[in-house]
């Protein structure tokens, strides 16, 4: 009789030897060190082509243009940038430059531009004289604003401007004159309106400003005080030239002459001495 022997049916794990694994770290700290290497490589070219860039000549402030500027020499306008030329031109601050500029006392605006290769262009706006003002025992040049610009001097005589009186009622602490804003805006106002008539505002010596409601103004070889207000300055100050000769016929010595009330027309004489 035959007899089958039962088949075994338990896995029997196959003894393989395991092979030895990849290490993954070590790959990554090989990996790690090139990319730093090369990262390095890389800055240090780059930090050489920045730096080379840099000191280009052509990015070297060698030049500074000048132009707007009539009162200022080239030379006072450099000795106000004095430090900017051999200045990298992408780093300087133009701005900074500007306002250095502002602190003359002519210059009313600037503006600086780069312009390559390495040149730094300067464009001046001057204050404009409109009078010398009659201040605190001095004289001062004055703008179109009222404000000062110098005190006034030899080197201003070429200036055919008005004396403006009345500007200033009282000193500062350190003894210098204090603008009035009102008065000052009045007298720029009267400036103002003649710059359109020059050979009405070549003729007028004198403005006093001392009321800040009333201007009023002296024309060369006459004495005649002519009150103009506070508005329509050359028309009242062209009728009082169309009517001097015509007064000036009744009343040789006028005092001073009242042009506020439209068509009516107020002369005072000058009073004789000792009279009433």
């Known amino acids: 009789m035959a007899v089958s022997a039962p088949n075994d049916k338990r896995f029997r794990r196959a003894h393989v030897k395991p092979g030895r694994k990849r290490s993954w770290f070590a790959f990554s700290r090989r990996r790690a060190a090139v990319l730093a290497v090369t990262a ?7 930090y050489r082509s920045f730096e080379l860039v840099m000191s280009a000549e052509a990015l070297t402030v060698t030049r500074i243009t000048v132009s707007g500027n009539a009162r200022l020499s080239r030379g006072e306008v450099l000795a106000l940038l004095d430090g900017l ?13 500007r306002q250095k500029m502002l602190t003359s006392p002519w ?11 390495g040149t730094v262009d300067v464009v001046i706006a001057e204050r404009a004289p409109m009078g010398i003002g009659r201040m605190a025992d001095g004289l001062y040049l004055l703008d179109q604003h009222g404000g000062i610009i110098d005190e006034f001097g030899p080197n201003h005589a070429d200036f055919d401007l008005p004396l403006i009186d009345g500007l200033a009622p009282k000193r ?16 720029s106002r009267v400036m103002s309106s003649l710059q359109a008539r020059p050979e009405l505002a070549g003729r007028v010596s004198q403005i006093d400003v001392t009321d800040a409601r009333d201007a009023v103004v002296i024309f060369k070889n006459d004495t005649a005080l002519v009150r103009i207000g506070d508005d329509q300055f050359a028309e009242r100050l062209q009728s009082y030239l169309d009517l001097v000769a015509a007064l000036r016929e009744k009343v040789p010595q006028i005092d001073y002459v009242d042009l506020r009330f439209g068509e009516r027309v107020y002369v005072r004489p000058q009073r004789r001495p000792g009279g009433g």
């Open 40 to 46: 390095v490589v890389v800055l240090f070219a780059g």
């Open 85 to 97: 030329a051999g200045r990298n031109m992408l780093l300087v601050s133009l701005d900074e430059w």
């Open 107 to 117: 210059v009313e605006d600037a503006a600086l531009r780069r312009v390559l290769p």
């Open 172 to 187: 500062s602490p350190e003894g210098g004159p204090v603008i009035d804003e009102e008065r000052a805006a009045l007298a």
